[in-house]
């Protein structure tokens, strides 16, 4: 059972335009929220991040939202750039420590120049 | 040196044949993790090494035998496979500071074919 969905398997957008990439989790115990962003023939490269404490975490261009009631999350990036074309993984932990990242099954992000 | 590196890259064999796959991290990182990331799915995870001893196999079946031979390597001993785990086998570690979230930084992987 997939405890972390990222239900829209693509998207693409506008150079200079916003991208939102959602992500939906079950477990309430998840309390560490990240962002991967994975290009062909490489691994998962750490993004952002944010904790359960918090609803907002911004980086750069790069802003994390959490909606813990709804159990929602959204990575925004602005403005998009053709070099964030990647495939972007969502991932959930429940603790602190050595432990197992859940992760969603991936949004492609096309930016069209 | 703030990578993970991963050899070989690619790897192709037979389902008789024994392997190994390396991963290494120069960063003090004191968790170590293999991943299996199949076409179009998400990476699952197979092992944590937490100060260089096991503590968690999500059991992964024998033919996978994990190894840490000290804080800053990592091995998967691969022994008589299946098709069915062609995949790529990513490779992880994290600083494993006490009390705090640890983001997991990973390898380029290894893209694994089993004939």
């Known amino acids: 059972d997939q405890q972390v969905k990222q239900n829209s398997p693509s998207l693409s957008v506008q150079e200079g335009r916003i991208s939102i990439l959602n992500c939906d989790y079950t477990?309430?115990?998840?309390?560490?929220f990240l962002w991967y962003k994975k290009y062909p023939a490489e691994g998962p490269t750490f993004l952002i991040s944010i904790s359960s404490i918090k609803d907002k975490n911004e980086d750069g261009r790069f802003t994390v939202f959490l909606n813990k009631s709804a159990k929602h999350l959204s990575l925004h990036i602005v403005p998009s750039q053709p070099g964030d074309s990647a495939v972007y993984f969502c991932a959930a932990s429940e603790q602190t420590g050595a432990n197992n990242l859940f992760f969603g099954t991936g949004t492609r992000l096309t930016v069209i120049p | 040196d703030t990578e993970v590196t991963q050899t070989p890259k690619h790897l192709v064999m037979g389902m008789t044949n024994k392997k190994s796959l390396k991963c290494e991290q120069h960063?003090?990182?004191?968790?170590m993790y293999w991943y299996k990331q199949k076409a179009k799915k998400p990476p699952e995870l197979m092992f944590v090494?937490?100060?260089?001893?096991?503590?968690i196999n999500e059991s992964v079946p024998s033919r996978f035998s994990p190894e840490c031979p000290n804080s800053s390597l990592l091995n998967l001993h691969l022994h008589a496979l299946q098709p069915e785990d062609s995949a790529l086998y990513l490779c992880?570690?994290?600083?494993?500071?006490?009390?705090?979230?640890?983001?997991?930084?990973f390898g380029p992987g290894t893209r694994l074919t089993v004939l």
């Open positions: 960063m003090g990182h004191r968790a």
């Open positions: 992880a570690s994290s600083p494993l500071a006490g009390g705090t979230y640890n983001e997991q930084f």
């Open positions: 477990n309430s115990m998840f309390d560490y």
């Open positions: 090494y937490s100060y260089e001893k096991l503590s």
